[in-house]
């Protein structure tokens, strides 16, 4: 008898199938990375849910039907594989580079679709921002960068207006250390200069010319922002075998610079460079700095040291970047947001 019953029942099943009530779209459509961030892999995974196929239309492509994978590429971004488990689910899984996924991220966002993921780590943070803003704190240095953080959460939770981009470009800064490379001539103090500033003797020193045969480079805080400090070896030294391969790598970090520091001694003639100009072992002067510095110092007493400092640091970022109000999503910022 049991098995007549369930034979009916299944029948009836088929003839006479229940009502299905369709899965509503979650809302708003939002999206997590579930790799691990920041780290690079072979290959990372995103998780969209909600309106996939909205979300995949506005970041440049059509969605995979449900149930099937598909190579898919976000223009500008990767060509990567759509996999679509269900009708509100889409995975995405591009190359694992952190450039790339920046890049993904930042196109979800501009798509309008939110992120949720919060940092795992921390568990005890009250939402996303500062759980984020934990996690960039163990990455930086610089009491700027940490006072600048430390400000976000507050500002996010009151609803400021985003800072703009060519704001948020100087902040990001604060979390990649911008090149500074001091050149010149041979013997004028440039590495009495970086020891200095180090507190402690991170470049060889000696009354003639030539004793840095190779670029010196160093972390400094510079007003309280920190700076990658490359001491290059002098211009006007005499090209042996050494100094031709240390001075050609000089020069291709003077490219890469973000601020070039021209040191020349504060008796000599006005150098023609676009460089900020300072004038060296200022305190062998008799009369006052000359007018073609930007700023005269002294390694060897402490003279001018935080005037230059701060100038350093204004170059980099100036006083109205951080003195904005707006918030910053500091997540975003690449060494590629970097002004020029």
Partial sequence: MRTIQTREHALKQVVDPPTLVPCPVPSPTSFAQRSTTGIASAVAVFEVVGDVDAACEA??????????????????????????PSVHVLLLTPHGGVQVCRSLMRALLDAGIERTDADPCW??????IEARMLTALGRVRGERAITHLLSQPERWAAGAARVPDDVAAELSRLLHPPLVVATGPANVGKSSLANALAGRTVARVADRPGVT???????????????????????????????????????????????????QDAGSHAPDTEALRIAMRADLLDGPPPSWADVAISATTGAGLEDFTRMVRQRLISDSALAHPGSWAFWEATPETRPS
Wanted: net charge negative.
């Fill in 59 to 84: 970041i440049g492509f059509q969605a995979p039907t449900v149930g099937r994978a598909a190579l898919r590429t976000v223009p500008g971004v990767d060509t990567l594989l759509a996999i679509r």
């Fill in 123 to 128: 568990p005890e943070a009250a939402d996303e």
């Fill in 213 to 263: 045969r190779d670029a010196v480079a160093v972390d400094l805080e510079l007003d309280g922002l920190l700076v990658r400090w490359l001491d290059a070896p002098g211009v006007d030294l005499a090209e042996d075998e050494v100094l031709v391969e240390a001075q050609a790598l000089a020069r291709e970090a003077i490219a890469a610079a973000d601020l070039i520091l021209w040191c």
